[in-house]
């Protein structure tokens, strides 16, 4: 337990769900996941090409396991979270999306641009809470997850 006035703040506010993840690999903390389309809506899998349907970021890791698990995932609209990054050079305020990169073939977190110069935020896209110059795709950054879709200009 913190005693620091300001640690309220700091702590996740996270939207939680269950889903099952059939696979039998390790997830990460902070990973993202999508909609199973194979296994349906209760099921959740890593991402596997550009019209996956993001679901959320994993709550916490798991390790790999034979068949179905429950999981914990943060949803869209999740606070203060843990999230994994593509890359290094990532600056506390800017956007990152959930997007597919070619070189890996899977989907991560990568950057996108500032809030400020973004048109619009859509579901999987994060604001980053902290900057880390050196990131790499084993790094968690502090994250709140866009509940999207937002137009720059209206209320949220």
């Known amino acids: 337990m ?3 006035p300001n640690a309220y703040k700091k702590a996740p506010r996270g ?7 059939a696979g039998e690999d390790a997830i990460a903390e902070g990973e993202p996941l999508v ?3 194979e ?8 991402p596997k090409d550009d019209d996956d349907e993001f679901v959320g970021v ?3 890791s798991y390790p790999a396991d034979s068949g179905a698990r429950q999981i914990q995932v943060y949803l869209p609209g999740s606070k203060n ?4 990054v593509a890359h290094s050079g990532i600056s506390a305020g800017a956007v990152v999306a959930f997007g597919y990169t070619a070189s ?3 989907k991560v977190f ?5 809030p400020h110069a973004m048109s619009a935020l859509a579901i999987g896209d994060a604001i980053v809470r902290e900057a880390n110059a050196t990131a790499s795709s084993s790094d968690l950054l502090t994250a709140d997850l866009a509940m999207g879709p937002y137009t720059a200009g209206t209320s949220v």
């Not at 296994?39 to 890593?46: E, K």
């Not at 979270?81 to 994994?84: A, D, L, N, T, V």
């Not at 990568?110 to 500032?114: F, M, V």
């Open 104 to 106: 890996t073939g899977a």
């Open 39 to 46: 296994n349906g809506s209760a099921y959740v899998a890593r």
């Open 110 to 114: 990568k950057a996108a641009g500032s």
């Open 81 to 84: 979270i843990k999230i994994r």
């Open 15 to 21: 939207i939680v769900a269950v889903f099952f993840y």
């Open 2 to 4: 913190s005693l620091q």
């Open 58 to 60: 994993a709550a916490r």
């Open 35 to 37: 909609r199973d389309a």
